[in-house]
């Protein structure tokens, strides 16, 4: 069993929005659902990447699951001007899931990090997707994060979130796993992508973009991660610190991948 380290209060709902539309650019260019009718998106939070695929997909019809019912009741607040299309919201548990229909796509993103049985849920997946039906994975590799200079307060933050992730049943490196886990689960085809920044004072403005969004993520599991006693007040100032000094840095740099995966059902 795993809990979810990002927690569920408006403001983590925000940055789910936020945070899709700033990696957009990054994680789309890779993805084709363009003979796609009918998708099925796994851990659809707030629908924040819901919405970035009814635009980018004018025919799909969307099925919607997410195990935490504030997170659909605000993705159908979300995607609330798409009236006009069809979009199913479940509340289930990807690890369980048992829908009336099969679908001839998959979506998941940010998802399988957070579970201790990432291939229960891609198991039921593949129980979910016709014969001949595609499946893409966007997932955190967190151990290629690497800046430079080496600030203490930001590494020291990094180190507890990842340890509470790994605490919480989780995996930062699961895209790491990618391929071998839509192997394991009967899917072909498989092809992996990485996609990511490496950010330096070349480009400042998007240096500091991502600095300031790298502290709302970082800052979203702060709660929890107090209440274990894995950081303190002051380490969470520290580590916001640093990212703000690291914009100004001469020779800043920020780099980090992410891993996709394609596959596909047999048919
Ligand atoms: C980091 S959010 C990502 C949401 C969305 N994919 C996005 O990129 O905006 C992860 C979501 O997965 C959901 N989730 C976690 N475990 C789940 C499970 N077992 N079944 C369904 N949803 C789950 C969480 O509740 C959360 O809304």
């Given at each position: 069993m795993s809990n979810y380290i990002h927690g569920y209060l408006s403001d983590e709902q925000e940055r789910l929005l936020n945070q899709a539309g700033t990696l957009a650019s990054l994680i789309y260019p890779w993805i084709d659902f363009s003979t796609s009718k009918k998708l099925l998106e796994i851990g659809?939070?707030?629908g924040a990447q819901s919405k970035l695929l009814l635009e980018l997909y004018p025919e799909i019809e969307l099925t919607c699951v997410e195990i935490e019912a504030s997170q659909l009741e605000k993705a159908q607040v979300n995607l609330a001007s798409y009236s006009d299309r069809k979009i199913d919201f479940v509340q289930q548990d990807a690890q369980q899931l048992k829908l009336e229909k099969t679908f001839d796509s998959i979506f998941i993103c940010w998802?399988?990090?957070?579970?201790?049985?990432p291939l229960d849920v891609l198991g039921r997946a593949f129980a979910h997707l016709d014969p001949g039906g595609i499946i893409y994975l966007t997932e955190v590799f967190n151990s290629s994060f690497h800046i430079f200079p080496k600030l203490g307060g930001l590494t020291d933050y990094y180190s507890a979130f990842n340890a509470y992730q790994l605490q919480n049943?989780?995996?930062?490196?699961?895209g790491l796993q990618l391929g071998n886990l839509l192997d394991q689960s009967g899917f072909i085809e498989i092809k992996l992508n990485h996609g990511g920044f490496h950010l330096d004072q070349s480009q400042p403005e998007s240096l500091a973009a991502m600095c300031d969004y790298w502290k709302s993520l970082m800052k979203s599991a702060a709660e929890g991660m107090r209440s274990c006693g894995l950081i303190s007040e002051r380490e969470v100032i520290q580590m916001e610190k640093d990212l703000d000094q690291l914009k100004t840095e001469k020779n800043a740099v920020f780099f980090y991948q992410f891993v996709q995966a394609k596959a596909t059902r047999p048919l």
């Open positions: 659809s939070g707030v998802v399988l990090e957070h579970l201790s049985e049943g989780g995996n930062p490196d699961i």
